[in-house]
């Protein structure tokens, strides 16, 4: 068995990413409710009984809704930060002291037959970071959830197979919406959420030669829409030198419905 994954939920209500090999099984947050979770897996012909950790990006509820719920059903190990630990605890309710374990930003830990890297990025949280799975010469980076993208992530992620990379609004959207100037703010900030236009940038600087799937997360259900996400990361990509073919896909991830459980 290679390395499979699906995006179980992307976007502003919750967010959790599944990553198994023979050996491992990985989900990457738990930003629904207990109950949404296990329909989610249930979509995927997989048991979040099967897991074997949950990694923990950052203590916002829409990343962690249902790791306490899960971890405490399922007798799953949790894996996170310092900080991000004492950020969430109480939110998470009674977690056993066994199931605790530290993570740092920057440290490559192994599990089973996947290497997986952890790296900081710039959001409005505790000490948020992200995952890159490295699993018999394939890589795969979960990148949301950042205000920008700075030249030692893009060196972290570079030459992925798989990238679940942020495309969180659409800029005219933001700017004309609902939102008062205070949220808007903080979105369009260092510490907010990437850009369409900004990922396709971004991901112009990291993508390589070999075939590379890229999945387009976190967006925003106010100031953002499926078709105008894909054609404007499609249009930078392009303006940038890549075009979106076959040897590069674009996919689309939904808030309440997974991707297909694929192998990199």
Same mark, same amino acid.
């Given at each position: 068995?290679?390395?499979?994954?699906?995006?179980?939920?992307?976007?502003?209500?919750?967010?959790?990413?599944?990553?198994?090999?023979?050996? @491992?099984?990985? %989900?990457?947050?738990?930003?629904?409710?207990?109950?949404?979770?296990?329909?989610?897996?249930?979509?995927?012909?997989?048991?979040?009984?099967?897991?074997?950790?949950?990694?923990?990006?950052?203590?916002?509820?829409?990343?962690?809704? *249902?790791?306490?719920? !899960?971890?405490?059903?399922?007798?799953?190990?949790?894996?996170?930060?310092?900080? +991000?630990?004492?950020?969430?605890?109480?939110?998470?309710?009674?977690?056993?002291?066994? @199931?605790?374990?530290?993570?740092?930003?920057?440290?490559?830990?192994?599990?089973?037959?996947?290497?997986?890297?952890?790296?900081?990025?710039?959001?409005?949280?505790?000490?948020?970071?992200?995952?890159?799975?490295?699993?018999?010469?394939?890589? %795969?980076?979960?990148?949301?959830?950042t205000g920008y993208v700075s030249d030692r992530m893009k060196g972290t992620i570079r030459e992925s197979d798989v990238y679940i990379f942020e495309s969180n609004?659409?800029?005219?959207?933001?700017?004309? *919406?609902?939102?008062?100037?205070?949220?808007?703010?903080?979105?369009?900030?260092?510490?907010?959420?990437?850009?369409?236009?900004?990922?396709?940038?971004?991901?112009?600087?990291?993508? *390589?030669?070999?075939?590379?799937?890229?999945?387009?997360?976190?967006?925003?259900?106010?100031?953002?829409?499926?078709?105008?996400?894909? %054609?404007?990361?499609? @249009? +930078? !990509?392009?303006? @940038?030198?890549?075009?979106?073919?076959?040897? %590069?896909?674009?996919?689309? +991830?939904?808030?309440?419905?997974?991707?297909?459980?694929?192998?990199?």
């Open positions: 068995m290679n390395l499979k994954f699906s995006v179980l939920a992307s976007g502003s209500s919750g967010n959790a990413i599944y990553v198994a090999t023979e050996k @491992q099984r990985i %989900l990457v947050d738990a930003g629904l409710s207990g109950k949404a979770m296990d329909e989610l897996f249930k979509k995927i012909d997989c048991c979040p009984s099967d897991l074997d950790a949950i990694l923990v990006t950052h203590e916002h509820s829409d990343h962690i809704k *249902g790791v306490g719920i !899960l971890a405490r059903k399922y007798n799953i190990p949790i894996f996170a930060n310092e900080k +991000t630990w004492h950020a969430m605890d109480t939110a998470l309710g009674n977690i056993p002291l066994e @199931q605790k374990f530290i993570f740092n930003m920057e440290e490559t830990k192994v599990f089973g037959d996947i290497d997986i890297e952890s790296f900081g990025v710039s959001h409005d949280a505790a000490e948020p970071m992200f995952y890159v799975f490295h699993h018999e010469g394939k890589k %795969l980076s979960v990148i949301t959830d609004h659409d800029m005219n959207m933001l700017r004309m *919406g609902k939102y008062p100037w205070s949220v808007k703010r903080r979105i369009l900030s260092d510490v907010g959420h990437v850009s369409n236009e900004d990922a396709g940038l971004a991901l112009a600087e990291v993508i *390589g030669t070999k075939p590379t799937r890229v999945y387009l997360a976190h967006l925003s259900k106010d100031n953002n829409m499926k078709d105008l996400a894909h %054609l404007t990361v499609k @249009q +930078t !990509l392009a303006e @940038q030198g890549f075009e979106v073919g076959d040897d %590069l896909k674009l996919y689309d +991830t939904d808030p309440a419905k997974p991707t297909e459980l694929l192998t990199v």
